[in-house]
């Protein structure tokens, strides 16, 4: 257990609002990573952070933001959410001097 | 950019039974990490096993090993002995050993394993 928390777990929303996910850690770690889950795609990265404010693209940033003003919480906010962003979202970290992985739990959102 | 390919949506296997599954990718780096992930149908990502490319040595961890082949671009998973808790959908992924702010985990699409009783 890497101490990472997704909240909310489960969302529905409606095409054009705004919805933000939140992942928070408890141990500290500087590498932080959004990834979307899609059938026939396995997980793809979104945006990461590598430390407080310092953010980059992943390869499906379009229609994504991120922020990160506390080391223990990374948020992803779809700005107008699209029925193209029904997907299910997973957070993870990367200690440092460490090339693995952990993931949390994962969120499940429908845009409809 | 690199590519990871699982050329099996799914596979299936006995209880007790052994089975493998197959993973190629594509990258002009010579330093890389490989992993294993599985996914049960909790949907939580646990790593199953990770090898780093410059050891030639396969990496196992108790009944699942891998037999990688670095010329071949190969990264094949060993499940021995499959149970029941093992089905799940199983993910391969790559990272650069030369990313120093990113470290950004590249997927396969996955392989469905099913383990019949």
């Known amino acids: 257990d890497a101490g990472i928390t997704q909240s909310p777990r489960h969302k529905v929303t409606e095409t054009g609002t705004p919805v933000t996910l939140r992942c928070h850690q408890t141990?500290?770690?500087?590498?932080m990573y959004w990834y979307r889950q899609d059938p026939g795609h396995g997980l793809r990265l979104i945006h990461y952070?590598?430390?407080?404010?310092?953010?980059d693209k992943g390869e499906v940033s379009d229609g994504y933001s991120v922020s990160r003003s506390k080391t223990e919480d990374f948020l992803l906010t779809l700005e107008s959410a699209t029925s193209s962003q029904t997907s299910v979202y997973f957070c993870?970290?990367?200690?440092?001097?460490?090339?693995?992985?952990?993931f949390g739990p994962g969120t499940r959102l429908l845009v409809l | 950019a690199q590519t990871v390919t699982q050329s099996q949506p799914e596979m299936s296997v006995q209880e007790a039974e052994t089975v493998t599954l197959s993973c190629t990718y594509d990258?002009?780096?010579?330093?890389?990490?490989l992993f294993w992930y599985k996914q049960p149908p909790s949907r939580q990502m646990i790593l199953v096993i990770r090898?780093?490319?410059?050891?030639?040595q396969n990496a196992t961890e108790n009944r699942f090993s891998v037999n990688f082949q670095k010329a071949a671009k190969s990264f094949s998973l060993k499940i021995s002995d499959s149970q029941l808790g093992d089905a799940a959908m199983y993910f391969c992924?790559?990272?650069?050993?030369?990313?120093?702010?990113?470290?950004?985990?590249?997927f396969g699409e996955g392989t469905q394993l099913t383990v019949n009783p």
């Open positions: 993870a970290i990367s200690p440092v001097y460490q090339e693995t992985q952990y």
């Open positions: 141990e500290n770690h500087r590498y």
């Open positions: 952070s590598y430390g407080v404010k310092d953010t």
């Open positions: 990258t002009s780096e010579s330093d890389y990490y």
């Open positions: 090898q780093e490319a410059y050891k030639q």
């Open positions: 992924a790559y990272r650069s050993a030369y990313e120093t702010s990113g470290s950004r985990l590249t």
